[in-house]
């Protein structure tokens, strides 16, 4: 089983960048399609982006293309989102997971996650 902690979050201005990441331990993470979410106060959890086991493929919520990149090392065990022209509307703990990318609009399905790492964008 892959265990999951989150780390990069913070305080941006709206316009700035912000670089997360993933990292994991347990020998599976190379197994798993891997995908992040964010969840913003009194708001469903919604999709961000997901990778691939091998990072050959990628999807992205409609509100983040061109704005963010997924990847993935898993030789360093360790997913990343890149954020750049953060907006108010980005603000949000953003978790990571283990699922399949075919089910990114079922949550459910994601069978491990991460704590959550808080990203606050200021006007």
């Known amino acids: 089983q892959v265990q999951l902690v989150e780390s990069g979050g913070g305080l941006v201005q709206t316009g700035g960048s912000l670089r997360l990441s993933c990292a994991a331990s347990?020998?599976?993470?190379?197994?798993?399609?891997m995908a992040w979410f964010r969840q913003a106060p009194g708001k469903e959890r919604e999709f961000v982006a997901a990778?691939?086991?091998?990072?050959?493929?990628?999807n992205y919520a409609d509100s983040v293309k061109g704005r963010f990149t997924i990847s993935r090392d898993n030789a360093k065990m360790t997913m990343y989102l890149q954020m750049n022209s953060l907006k108010p509307g980005d603000a949000a703990v953003y978790y990571c997971?283990?699922?399949?990318?075919?089910?990114?609009?079922?949550?459910?399905?994601?069978?491990?996650w991460g704590q959550g790492t808080q990203v606050t964008v200021s006007s």
């Open positions: 997971a283990a699922g399949p990318i075919s089910s990114v609009d079922k949550p459910d399905l994601f069978h491990t």
């Open positions: 347990g020998r599976t993470f190379s197994r798993y399609d």
């Open positions: 990778v691939t086991w091998n990072g050959g493929d990628t």
